[in-house]
């Protein structure tokens, strides 16, 4: 019977030969029994650690527990890394108190995108509407999230705070490129950070009192 052999140390180097020693496979070796008890043990160590603090309720972050243990893998998507303060996320469109898009399709956003991503077509408001005449709406709005580079230009851009980056989310890992094209809908119910989908800034519409700008309702 042919006997197995496997590398016991580095091969030597003797002037352009290799010289390369081996050993034979003890029994021990072979049934892998040391190596399968030491993992066995390593795992009841976590086993009775984590039900231990699980009952005393003092389980910390088990992603940041794994960094403390100099351990950089973690079971994703059960578990994610904490983002840093200034992550961007993906984008989102805001919506008014009527639901409608407070984009006023003014194309700000798409001139400043260095990735040209993003694609608006403007439309007028429909007639008797008092914004008719008076400021656009994007009848499309597209974004195309696997060019975008994220550098949140075309939110700086935006006058009406209609474009944000503040849903904590990155792109979810599609199989397919038309899945990363975001369209209007898909732009307008995407939550915040903070689960709203409106913005920050009250929005002061034209006849509104508030209304600090042109007006053409009362003929400025
Ligand atoms: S984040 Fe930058 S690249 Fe992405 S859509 Fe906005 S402006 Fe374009
Ligand atoms: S999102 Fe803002 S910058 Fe872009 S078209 Fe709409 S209003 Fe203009």
């Given at each position: 019977m042919a006997t197995s052999t496997f590398p016991k140390k580095p091969p030597v180097t003797k002037g352009a030969a290799v010289v390369v020693e081996y050993v034979d496979r003890s029994p021990t070796t072979q049934s892998y029994l040391p190596e399968i008890v030491k993992g066995l043990g390593v795992s009841m160590k976590h086993f009775f650690k984590n039900t231990k603090e699980m009952v005393r309720g003092e389980r910390p972050d088990p992603v940041l527990e794994r960094y403390d243990d100099g351990i950089s893998t973690i079971s994703y998507p059960e578990q994610k890394r904490p983002y840093p303060e200034r992550f961007r996320g993906l984008h989102r469109l805001t919506q008014r108190e009527d639901g409608s898009p407070r984009c006023v399709a003014c194309l700000c956003c798409s001139t400043a995108c260095p990735a040209q991503c993003i694609f608006i077509e403007a439309g007028e408001y429909a007639e008797g509407d008092k914004r008719r005449g008076y400021e656009r709406y994007p009848v499309k709005f597209v974004i195309d999230e696997l060019r975008c580079i994220f550098c949140g230009f075309c939110v700086e851009a935006c006058p009406c705070d209609a474009i944000r980056m503040d849903t904590g989310l990155h792109a979810t890992p599609y199989d397919s490129r038309d899945q990363f094209i975001y369209a209007k809908d898909l732009l307008l119910n995407q939550p915040g950070a903070d689960g709203t989908v409106k913005s920050a800034n009250p929005r002061h519409e034209?006849?509104?009192?508030?209304?600090?700008g042109v007006d053409r309702l009362r003929a400025h």
């Open positions: 034209p006849g509104d009192k508030s209304h600090p």
